[in-house]
């Protein structure tokens, strides 16, 4: 099969969360099962896009609003990543260091589609499935199967998967002509709540939808920002997929981001490396054990309630606790983050930021990764805290259910039922005490490390999703 991936973020090209990690996983692993997996995304201002080699196999025009675009497609040429990449380039709308966050991100993200699907659209073949990836693919869907100047695309099959319904993408039925030329009795295929909204019409227009998780779909059922009624209403043809993890790029044997690399056999002396090592560079303590957030500071990840968690624990442990912070988003949680750090030193910091190389050495030589998620659709740095033999202290929501269970049900990570200062708190407790039986600790890391969470079997459950 010929599987086209449209999406925001890839990585290494552009990464902000999970979808940039997927989208650069998933193909590759594809391609392991036999089949012709590529990605098309936007050519940001981006190292990648200056430090390799790229040949244009597209070279046209896009009209959005009234202003007319250049835009060419470009393609990675020595298959770097395991797969075929494509960079849509458009001078004056992706030409800058940011993923999102723009006022014409509407028009952006029009722009990426409408371009990419004239690409397809000359081809003397058609690709067997395109498959879109959140809101700023999403409306590909609609125009495959409604817009004239794509008809002959028609009966190509359409999959969305759905990495957070949070962020829908809605603009006004005032750009409406923005998108290409469609009988306007298909109207009603856009809209959602009176607005149009990209994630509703493709899981309106989508053959198939998927979540990242088997969990995520129970619950967008009941907490989906306003399309819960339509996602129940397309559920027969919705599926839950586990997200997996790149084991080749998650792999403390050879990762070489960390300061030791380990193994199962190896992993005391290898945690005990790396965490000598983060603890030097940050003034912590080794001796002590150390809890970690990594991710966007923001209220989906439970981000606005960590310095007051941080400050209730390292008051209540009397400093027998070293805390550390990876993550950027509300600067006001950044602030207050970063004040912990003069009255705690020695027992606590942070670095406000994205840091690629530092998460890494985290996941490396942490004891334990906190997670209070108040939305998860699936989570990877869960899994990642596995690979590396790190214990995950997590909410019981979405993928963090899926993949993690309790000490006290046999399992191997620390789970909590709600995102409160108390919960996770009484969590950070427990952690504690099972620190101290480090007999404990050695076993469950090493059955940790042994867990797959590769995407070898997830990858193949999309392909049975495409067939269906």
Same mark, same amino acid.
């Given at each position: 099969m010929e599987?086209i ?7 290494p090209v ?5 979808l ?7 193909p590759k692993?594809?391609?392991k099962l036999?089949?012709v997996?590529?990605v098309v995304?936007p050519a940001?201002n981006?190292?990648?896009l200056y430090?390799n080699?790229?040949e244009?196999v597209y ?6 609003a009234?202003?007319?675009y250049?835009a060419r497609i470009l393609?990675?040429k020595?298959?770097k990543l395991?797969?075929?990449?494509f960079l ?5 709308l992706f030409d800058?260091d940011g993923?999102?966050g723009?006022?014409d ?6 722009a ?10 000359q081809?003397e073949?058609r690709p067997?499935v395109?498959h879109v990836h959140d ?9 495959v199967s409604?817009c004239?100047?794509?008809a002959h695309?028609?009966q ?6 759905i990495?957070?319904a949070?962020y829908?993408?809605q603009f006004?039925?005032d750009k409406?002509h923005y #998108? +290409?030329?469609?009988?306007l009795?298909n109207?009603?295929?856009? %809209?959602w ?5 990209? =994630?509703? !019409? ?11 998780s088997p969990?995520y779909l129970e ?7 306003g399309?819960e009624?339509?996602l ?11 997200n997996?993890i790149d084991?080749e790029?998650w792999?403390p044997q050879?990762?070489?981001m960390?300061?030791k ?9 290898g945690?005990k ?5 983060l ?6 303590d ?8 990594i991710g966007?500071l923001?209220?989906?990840?439970g981000?606005d309630l #960590? +310095?007051d968690i941080?400050?209730?624990a390292?008051?209540?442990s %009397?400093?027998?606790?070293?805390i550390?912070? =990876?993550? !950027?988003g509300d600067?006001?949680v950044?602030?207050r983050?970063?004040?912990i750090t003069?009255k705690?030193?020695?027992?606590y ?5 994205y ?9 490396a030589?942490?004891d ?8 998860e659709?699936?989570g990877?740095n869960q ?11 997590v909410?019981?929501?979405?993928g963090l ?5 309790d000490i006290?049900?046999?399992g191997?990570g620390?789970?909590h039922?709600?995102?409160?200062v108390w ?6 407790g ?8 480090q007999?404990k600790v050695?076993e469950?890391?090493k059955y940790?490390?042994?867990i797959?969470h590769?995407w070898?079997s997830?990858?193949q459950?999309y392909?049975?999703i495409?067939?269906?």
């Amino acid at each position: 099969m010929e599987i086209i991936h449209l999406s925001a973020e890839c990585y290494p090209v552009a990464k902000v969360g999970g979808l940039g990690d997927v989208v650069g996983a998933l193909p590759k692993y594809q391609n392991k099962l036999g089949h012709v997996a590529k990605v098309v995304m936007p050519a940001y201002n981006c190292k990648f896009l200056y430090e390799n080699e790229f040949e244009t196999v597209y070279d046209g025009w896009v009209k959005v609003a009234s202003t007319n675009y250049q835009a060419r497609i470009l393609r990675e040429k020595t298959n770097k990543l395991g797969f075929d990449i494509f960079l849509v380039h458009i001078a004056g709308l992706f030409d800058r260091d940011g993923v999102y966050g723009y006022n014409d991100d509407t028009e952006r993200f029009l722009a990426f589609q409408i371009t990419a699907l004239d690409w397809i659209a000359q081809w003397e073949h058609r690709p067997d499935v395109i498959h879109v990836h959140d809101h700023h693919a999403g409306l590909v869907p609609f125009m495959v199967s409604n817009c004239y100047q794509y008809a002959h695309l028609n009966q190509v099959p359409t999959v969305l998967s759905i990495h957070n319904a949070q962020y829908q993408g809605q603009f006004g039925w005032d750009k409406l002509h923005y #998108l +290409p030329s469609f009988d306007l009795i298909n109207t009603s295929k856009l %809209d959602w709540s009176n607005a149009i909204n990209p =994630l509703a !019409s493709a899981i309106k227009c989508a053959w198939r939808v998927t979540t990242v998780s088997p969990s995520y779909l129970e619950e967008i059922s009941h907490v989906a920002n306003g399309l819960e009624s339509l996602l129940a209403q397309e559920r027969g043809k919705s599926f839950g997929v586990l997200n997996g993890i790149d084991n080749e790029v998650w792999n403390p044997q050879k990762d070489q981001m960390v300061t030791k690399t380990y193994s199962a056999k190896t992993l005391e002396s290898g945690k005990k490396a790396n965490k000598d090592e983060l603890c030097r560079v940050f003034n912590l303590d080794s001796t002590k054990p150390l809890y970690t957030f990594i991710g966007r500071l923001v209220g989906e990840k439970g981000a606005d309630l #960590l +310095p007051d968690i941080f400050y209730n624990a390292l008051a209540q442990s %009397d400093g027998e606790i070293n805390i550390l912070v =990876l993550g !950027s988003g509300d600067t006001q949680v950044e602030d207050r983050l970063n004040e912990i750090t003069q009255k705690y030193p020695g027992k606590y910091n942070a670095f406000i930021g994205y840091n690629e190389a530092l998460s890494h050495q985290i996941y490396a030589g942490a004891d334990f990764l906190l997670m209070p998620s108040r939305v998860e659709p699936c989570g990877l740095n869960q899994m990642y805290a596995l690979r590396y033999g790190t214990i995950p202290i997590v909410r019981r929501i979405g993928g963090l259910k899926d993949t993690v269970i309790d000490i006290g049900d046999g399992g191997f990570g620390i789970c909590h039922d709600q995102t409160s200062v108390w919960d996770v708190g009484h969590a950070i407790g427990r952690a504690y005490e099972l620190y101290g039986d480090q007999k404990k600790v050695k076993e469950i890391r090493k059955y940790m490390m042994s867990i797959d969470h590769s995407w070898d079997s997830s990858a193949q459950k999309y392909i049975e999703i495409y067939q269906m």
